[in-house]
């Protein structure tokens, strides 16, 4: 059985740093595209940051740039989400997920073929 858990959120003030974790079990997912989508409260699932099997290529979305760092560990199957400089809006329930797409990083999530169950993250102003 394929699982994703995500771990590392919680609440923090504004300008503050979370770092997020995401373990993969029952597959390796080595070959394979990953990333991290959030959903705020009345909002749709959002692409946050997605990261190349080899980890060379990452891509975020524009009000993330230069905050978050995505990155992986193949070895030890998890990747990770570093998150500086923290704001209010920056507040969701965090998904990590996998696609089965090797050799591109999809930015929807109907490409991704397998979701953890969420963390939550929540920046007080």
């Known amino acids: 059985q394929v699982q994703l858990v995500e771990s590392g959120g919680g609440l923090v003030q504004t300008g503050g740093s979370l770092r997020l974790s995401c373990a993969t079990s029952?597959?390796?997912?080595?070959?394979?595209?990953m990333a991290w989508f959030r959903q705020a409260p009345g909002k749709e699932h959002v692409f946050v940051a997605g990261?190349?099997?080899?980890?060379?290529?990452?891509y975020y979305a524009d009000s993330v740039k230069g905050r978050f760092t995505i990155s992986r560990d193949n070895a030890k199957n998890t990747v990770s989400l570093q998150m500086n400089s923290l704001r209010p809006e920056d507040t969701a329930v965090y998904y990590c997920?996998?696609?089965?797409?090797?050799?591109?990083?999809?930015?929807?999530?109907?490409?991704?073929?397998?979701w953890g169950q969420g963390t939550q993250v929540t920046v007080s102003s």
């Open positions: 990261i190349s099997m080899s980890g060379i290529s990452s």
């Open positions: 029952g597959r390796t997912f080595s070959r394979n595209a």
């Open positions: 997920a996998a696609s089965l797409r090797e050799f591109t990083v999809p930015l929807q999530g109907r490409d991704y073929n397998y």
